[in-house]
């Protein structure tokens, strides 16, 4: 099966990066690929648990990714970019692997193909 790798750089809010991942990830899971999601820098907010959308005009996206984990879509968060946006991993959505750069460019370089939003 073809592996897809897509790479979350934005937030959850401000534009519509982050909602686009979700979509496409889902997309491609449901079109028989293996699809890996990544998040990194400020991706990783897209996992954190008890979002607030109030008045944001975006739409909470943790039940999205709850969906995408239970669909068989591997979720991995950079560890370096938690620490440095001091999430720690009970903040996290459960389903999410937390993992190390290199650990990540392994999962990159052995993808087929690789979306960066």
Do not use: W
Not at 10 to 29: K, M, Q, W
Not at 88 to 102: F, L, T
């Amino acid at each position: 099966m073809p592996i897809v790798s897509i790479i979350l750089r934005r937030p959850p809010y401000g534009d519509i990066n982050a909602a686009e991942a979700l979509r496409h990830a889902l997309g491609g899971v449901t079109s028989g690929y293996d699809v890996n999601l990544i998040m990194v820098d400020g991706g990783v907010f897209t996992a954190r648990k008890g979002q607030i959308e109030e008045g944001t005009g975006f739409t909470n996206l943790e039940a999205t990714l709850k969906d995408c984990i239970d669909m068989g879509i591997k979720v991995y968060m950079d560890k370096g970019s938690m620490k440095e946006n001091y999430l720690d991993p009970e903040m996290i959505v459960d389903g999410c692997s937390i993992i190390n750069s290199h650990e990540i460019s392994t999962i990159v370089k052995e993808s087929d193909k690789i979306m960066i939003f």
